[in-house]
């Protein structure tokens, strides 16, 4: 993954996820078959994985910013993950 970080802007960002695909990959983490899942919990689902995803890309622009990088790599997004997975738990 490389973003540049000169060219980065926050306001055109857009992230989607498929509802589909998130409805399916919740099913696989039900243990009851009739668990069912409503349309507007598949819209909160997916927006915590957007904001999830802002914030990642966020933390790993600062990061390669403090490394004097212009470019965030697959080590910035290391390096920012533990604290990011603890932060929304």
Not at 10 to 36: C, G, M, P, Q, Y
Request: proline share 1%.
């Amino acid at each position: 993954m490389e973003i540049h970080l000169g060219e980065f802007d926050l306001s055109k960002v857009t992230t989607n996820f498929k509802t589909e695909a998130l409805r399916e990959i919740l099913k696989l983490h039900f243990t009851d078959s009739k668990t069912r899942i409503s349309d507007d919990m598949l819209q909160l689902v997916a927006e915590v994985i957007r904001t999830l995803t802002m914030e990642a890309v966020l933390r790993a622009g600062r990061q390669a910013t403090m490394e004097k990088q212009s470019q965030i790599q697959l080590e910035h997004v290391e390096k920012i993950l533990p604290q990011l997975m603890l932060d929304f738990i």
